[in-house]
């Protein structure tokens, strides 16, 4: 069950109550009812709403404000308080935070319950005349992220929502808090590709038609593309191959169908678009077919005003001059983009999605510190 805390609680005690909240992917109920409590009594309203059916919802989301003067900057967080199974084998149980030493350890604790407890005892020290702080929670951000983040934006649309800044608190840090934040992602695409053929017994070829070997011949030319050779932020486009399946269970039949599935990240030289264009026509002239899957396109938020920000906090709270990166998979800012300029930062990323996820307990309150300097810089600025 959730608690209820004081206003003056740390981002630790913020993590523990949290991550006692079980929230594997698609989260609803129980994380967002510790997420209100700790939010309204902060002088932020707040609002939730379940989107979506099965199989890719129901999802529940939040969006929290609190509003400053009129005419105000607005600085939004980002982030997600679902997480992936926890799998077996746990020391202690994943959702019963537990502090052993120096570090909490949970399901969340890195990614990202803990940066969310982190913005929020940061918001509690930054005065409402400041100006406008939001946060955009998600319960899909870990799963398909259909009803997420999506449709939060379609809500703050229709509602006259618009932030001047988002930063998304994904775990970005490497070696040591705040040696990287995340300025760009790369898009992402994932292509389904079929060739239909002729069933036939293997010892009269000529009454078949084997669409393995056209198949073969497919992948071997996407696999000697070369996208680019990368860009002043991003790296080199890499597609790569992830699935072939036949599923024939006999030896001596041709099969009638042959299947195979590519994953493409690309930099900003390309659009899903465009590079769905380009596989399809290559299949075609092989015989057969592609079907594109966008999950994102590539973002990138010039280094400036705003990641100056962010390097001046983190600098200031732990002397570590942050690298600015575009690596990595995807996250939620390749669609928070699209409403606001986006920068990702956040804790430590060595055990997320692994058994004893723990993080840092001093790491948690000076990534508040972090955020509650860059609020006030943003909203100043």
Known sequence: ??????????????????????SVTPATGMVFDCLEEQLAPLGFEVHR????????????????????????????????????????????????PERRGELLYGRGAVDMKGSVASMIAAAAEIPVEAGTISFIITGDE?????????????????????????????????????????IGRRGSVNIFLSVEGVQGHVAYPHLA??????????????????????????????????????????????????????????????????LGERVTAIAEKHGGSARPVISGESFLTQPGEFSDLLAEAIRAETGVEPELSTGGGTSDARFLKDIAPVIEFGLCNATMHKRDEAVAISDLETLARIYARVTQAALRA
């Open 1 to 22: 069950m959730s608690q209820t805390l004081p206003l003056t609680a740390s981002a630790l005690e913020r993590a523990e109550a949290l991550i006692a909240c079980p």
């Open 49 to 96: 709403f379940v989107a979506g059916e099965a199989p890719d919802g129901p999802v529940e989301n939040l969006y929290a404000v609190r509003r400053g003067p009129e005419g105000s900057r607005h600085f939004s967080f980002a982030g997600h308080v679902d997480v992936v199974p926890p799998g077996e084998g746990w020391t202690s149980g994943p959702f019963l």
């Open 142 to 182: 870990e799963g398909p992220a259909t009803y997420g983040t999506r449709a939060l934006m379609d809500w703050m649309a229709a509602h006259g929502e618009k932030p001047d800044l988002i930063l998304v608190g994904e775990p970005t840090s490497v070696h040591r808090l705040g040696d990287m934040m995340k």
């Open 209 to 274: 038609d084997n669409p393995i070997t056209k198949l073969v011949a497919m992948l071997a030319e996407l696999d000697a593309l070369v996208l680019d050779e990368g860009t002043d932020w991003f790296q080199a486009s890499n597609l790569e191959v992830t699935d072939l399946t036949v599923g024939n269970p006999a030896h001596n039949v041709i099969p009638a169908r042959a299947e195979a599935r590519i994953s493409i990240r690309f930099n900003d030289l390309h659009t899903g678009a465009e």
